[in-house]
């Protein structure tokens, strides 16, 4: 099977931005980002709570400020995301992903796959193949934590032609559908 596509800036955008809410990386990045300010309070005021002499009205407004500040910290992570994109944008922008752009062939052959791209061919394995991932009008074949072959769904005729591609990589990878 050969496919001859081409990709756009865009289409960079879209990947690094899935993939930086997706990864492992990002997942532990938010999750650490969450529950850093959460410790912190449990550390230090908690067991401020439990200390005898303070004011009756004490105890009640270290759990309202607590509850307040894991609020603030959620909405942080809701405003952070958006920030991702447009980080990854701002690296668009300084033309970041221009060596990645333009026209792309994949040929899947019986022991290898060969992707051509910017004057620059790769030779490599089924083996490699570590995950298939489909999003918004993508196919995403990571063939390692950081690399990956993009592939858009409008390079196919049909469902049955893009269908005939997941499972032959499928298959060569091991994996039964």
Known sequence: MCLKYNLTEQDWIIFNIYHSRHSGIGK????????????????????????????????????ISTFLMIIAVCLAQLLFRPAKGSFIQRLALRGKFDAMTGEY?????DGKIILAANKMVS??????IEN???????IYVYTGKLSVI?????????????????????????IVS
Not at 132 to 138: E, K, T
Not at 158 to 167: G, L, M, N, Y
């Open 28 to 63: 532990k990045l938010t999750l650490f980002s969450i529950l850093l300010p959460v410790a912190i309070i449990l550390i230090f005021l908690l067991p401020e709570m439990f200390v005898e002499g303070k004011s009756e009205y004490y105890r009640p407004i270290l759990l």
């Open 123 to 128: 030779e490599m394995k089924y083996s490699i």
């Open 150 to 174: 993009i592939v858009p769904d409008s390079v196919f005729a049909d469902k049955t032609e893009r269908q005939a591609f997941i499972d032959m990589i499928r298959q060569k990878i091991g």
């Open 132 to 138: 298939l991932v489909f999003n918004n009008g993508m």
């Open 105 to 109: 062939e994949l040929r899947l052959l």
